[in-house]
């Protein structure tokens, strides 16, 4: 079963949790200069220039999290392509699935903008950029 936690709920399992692993879904580009939270690691599910899916994800994702038991949590812009990464773990036998929903950027607000409604960094939580 894949939960949908907040961006703050998600911190504080990660805070309490020493299994936990946050795993950072974007793109490389987004990952780097957008920014990351602190020990993300980062394995993208889609990637530029085509966002064709990544043929690893699962390989790359049970390299660094072998154990189907740990809280695995996912991470995108917004919490749709961390959703969709968390589904193809689940198939795949993961137990602990967290989706965190807004993401790190968050929604879009009425000027189509993010970052500014909801996310990660709206609610100031730790980050960094590379």
Same mark, same amino acid.
């Given at each position: 079963m894949i939960e949908n936690?907040?961006? =703050?709920e998600s911190w504080d399992i990660? =805070?309490?949790d020493a299994t936990a692993v946050l795993i950072d879904v974007?793109? /490389?580009m987004e990952h780097l200069f957008v920014g990351h939270p602190p020990k993300?690691?980062?394995i993208p599910w889609k990637e530029a220039p085509d966002f064709q899916l990544?043929?690893?994800f699962v390989d790359s994702v049970h390299r660094v999290a072998p154990n189907f038991n740990i809280p695995i949590l996912l991470l995108c812009r917004s919490g749709q392509r961390s959703l969709e990464a968390a589904v193809a773990l689940e198939n795949t036998g993961y137990l602990?699935?967290?989706n965190i929903v807004d993401g790190f950027e968050g929604s879009l607000d009425h000027n /189509?903008?993010?970052g500014h409604l909801n996310g990660w960094?709206?609610?100031g939580l730790p980050w960094q950029q590379s």
């Open positions: 936690r907040s961006p =703050q990660l =805070q309490n974007r793109t /490389k993300s690691i980062h990544n043929a690893h602990r699935l967290i /189509k903008q993010r960094r709206f609610v």
